[in-house]
């Protein structure tokens, strides 16, 4: 890891750098106190102070952004084991790290852990994200995720709630609203919380200056988290007209999470496989209508313990390879879009006095999205992390262990790698 001072300039020079207007140029990126100094032409001189960091012609984009996922929740764990699930996300965050993840929004874990995790990272103690966090899963008794949640039932409850998260430094507030997939019984459309709890909650969510994201599958529970007032939905599988025009009318943001449902669906076995492989069409279908209605959306992968944590490169290449996204446009989504979202100002773009959040790809994403997950460098903050360097040390995946031939689907993702038990 270099851990450059604030008062000295890093050069990454040799590089093709993905540009605002979304097209790659020659260009050496300057680093200084942990801000973007600078975007100049590749032949550029430099003074002899300035410590520069040879890219050799690969690829630099901004750093990467996942609007859902969950570094301190692990599924094998429950919420009794927040201790174990506490030392776990500090891997986690390590993983996302290295997949060129350089912000998340954290939908729900174990308590603090997300905070801290945070908190950590910040001073550098840590190798970990930038994370906006929600805390703890809030659901109806007997919910979806009651087992690794809190249950709150009624309007009072579910402010009291509110404010428990607020007091402990989140900055969003997670509700489950619908069911979901965590086994073949669940309804994933059922209505779970009622307009007045959430009302409730929203209503805290705004005098305390948070917002507030809702688990949302059907129709009838998108529209109702809609108007009772919450910022996002999250997942949307079932999205119809109706259901688009309440997010796009409360100006309320999708999350449609098309990577996890599709990493299940390709698992050898899974008890909810074959719910998540009839998800593809109507989630495509979902998003399609959203964006015909004009409803804002990002990017989002449901990455946690338990999954591939990289799964926002899936997310990335699934847009592109299935939805029809361009690279360009799918990258500036996971970087100044999603930042947009969430209200980040000077984050998800290379641009001079922005946030040193970068990733260097060997290769070019534009002329295949598979290369977005040839990561072999991250800057985080001003930290730059060479994981040619250090990954092998750290057990975590290497490019060697990316293109391994027999890959499913010949898609030679982190995800599909996980599945084939390589990448630890």
Same mark, same amino acid.
């Given at each position: 890891?270099?851990?450059?001072?604030?008062?000295?300039?890093?050069?990454?020079?040799?590089?093709?750098?993905?540009?605002?207007?979304?097209?790659?140029?020659?260009?050496?990126?300057?680093?200084?106190?942990?801000?973007?100094?600078?975007?100049?032409?590749?032949?550029?001189?430099l003074?002899?102070?300035?410590?520069?960091? &040879?890219c050799?012609?690969?690829?630099?984009?901004?750093?990467?952004?996942?609007?859902?996922?969950?570094?301190?929740?692990?599924?094998?764990? &429950?919420?009794?084991?927040?201790?174990?699930?506490?030392?776990?996300?500090?891997?986690?965050?390590?993983?996302?790290?290295?997949?060129?993840?350089?912000?998340?929004?954290?939908?729900?874990?174990?308590? *603090?852990?997300?905070?801290?995790?945070?908190?950590?990272?910040?001073?550098?103690?840590?190798?970990?994200p930038?994370?906006?966090?929600?805390?703890?899963?809030?659901?109806?008794?007997?919910?979806?995720?009651?087992? $690794?949640?809190?249950?709150?039932?009624?309007?009072?409850?579910?402010?009291?709630?509110? *404010?428990?998260?607020?007091?402990?430094?989140? *900055?969003?507030?997670?509700?489950?609203?619908?069911?979901?997939?965590?086994?073949?019984?669940?309804?994933?459309?059922?209505?779970?919380?009622?307009?007045?709890?959430?009302?409730?909650?929203?209503?805290?969510?705004e005098?305390?200056?948070?917002?507030?994201?809702?688990?949302?599958?059907?129709?009838?529970p998108?529209?109702?988290?809609?108007?009772?007032?919450?910022?996002?939905?999250?997942?949307?599988?079932?999205?119809?007209?109706?259901?688009?025009?309440?997010?796009?009318?409360?100006?309320?943001f999708?999350?449609?999470?098309?990577?996890?449902?599709?990493?299940?669906?390709?698992?050898?076995?899974?008890?909810? !496989?074959?719910?998540?492989?009839?998800?593809?069409?109507?989630?495509?279908?979902?998003?399609?209508?959203?964006?015909?209605?004009?409803?804002?959306?990002?990017?989002?992968?449901d990455?946690?313990?338990?999954?591939?944590?990289?799964?926002?490169?899936?997310?990335?290449?699934?847009?592109? @390879?299935?939805?029809?996204?361009?690279?360009?446009?799918?990258?500036? !989504?996971?970087?100044?879009?999603?930042?947009?979202?969430?209200?980040?100002?000077?984050?998800?773009?290379?641009? *001079?006095?922005?946030?040193?959040?970068?990733?260097?790809?060997?290769?070019?994403?534009?002329?295949?999205?598979?290369?977005?997950?040839?990561?072999?460098?991250t800057?985080?903050?001003?930290?730059?992390?060479?994981?040619?360097?250090?990954?092998?040390?750290? $057990?975590?995946?290497?490019? @060697?262990t990316?293109?391994?031939?027999d890959?499913?689907?010949?898609?030679?993702?982190?995800?599909?790698?996980?599945?084939?038990?390589?990448?630890?």
């Amino acid at each position: 890891m270099n851990t450059a001072r604030d008062d000295q300039t890093t050069a990454f020079v040799n590089a093709r750098v993905f540009l605002p207007d979304g097209t790659l140029a020659p260009r050496t990126v300057l680093v200084r106190g942990g801000l973007i100094d600078g975007v100049i032409d590749a032949d550029s001189p430099l003074g002899a102070e300035i410590v520069t960091i &040879d890219c050799a012609g690969r690829t630099i984009v901004p750093g990467l952004i996942d609007l859902h996922a969950h570094p301190s929740a692990h599924a094998r764990l &429950d919420k009794d084991r927040a201790v174990d699930q506490t030392i776990y996300s500090v891997r986690h965050a390590l993983r996302l790290l290295r997949a060129g993840v350089t912000t998340i929004r954290a939908l729900g874990g174990a308590g *603090r852990a997300d905070r801290v995790l945070d908190e950590l990272g910040r001073q550098g103690l840590i190798a970990a994200p930038r994370i906006v966090s929600a805390g703890h899963f809030l659901c109806i008794t007997g919910g979806h995720a009651s087992g $690794n949640g809190i249950e709150v039932d009624g309007a009072d409850a579910l402010r009291k709630a509110v *404010r428990a998260e607020v007091r402990d430094g989140h *900055r969003w507030v997670k509700l489950m609203c619908s069911g979901g997939f965590d086994h073949a019984e669940e309804s994933p459309s059922a209505m779970q919380f009622s307009p007045a709890e959430v009302r409730a909650a929203c209503e805290e969510a705004e005098a305390l200056g948070v917002r507030v994201a809702a688990h949302a599958h059907g129709s009838a529970p998108i529209i109702m988290a809609s108007e009772a007032g919450v910022d996002s939905i999250e997942h949307g599988s079932f999205v119809d007209r109706d259901a688009a025009r309440a997010m796009r009318d409360n100006d309320v943001f999708l999350v449609p999470t098309f990577s996890i449902y599709d990493n299940v669906a390709a698992r050898v076995s899974h008890p909810t !496989k074959e719910q998540s492989a009839a998800l593809a069409e109507p989630k495509r279908r979902s998003l399609e209508v959203a964006i015909e209605e004009g409803v804002a959306w990002g990017l989002g992968s449901d990455a946690q313990g338990g999954s591939p944590l990289e799964l926002l490169l899936d997310e990335i290449i699934i847009l592109v @390879e299935k939805i029809g996204l361009s690279p360009a446009d799918a990258i500036a !989504k996971a970087s100044r879009g999603n930042a947009e979202l969430l209200g980040l100002d000077g984050v998800g773009s290379i641009e *001079r006095g922005y946030v040193a959040d970068l990733v260097v790809i060997d290769g070019d994403p534009l002329a295949d999205i598979q290369n977005i997950a040839r990561v072999v460098g991250t800057v985080s903050t001003g930290r730059y992390y060479d994981w040619e360097a250090i990954a092998p040390s750290l $057990n975590l995946w290497t490019l @060697e262990t990316l293109d391994v031939p027999d890959a499913p689907d010949g898609r030679r993702t982190p995800s599909r790698l996980w599945d084939l038990h390589i990448t630890p």
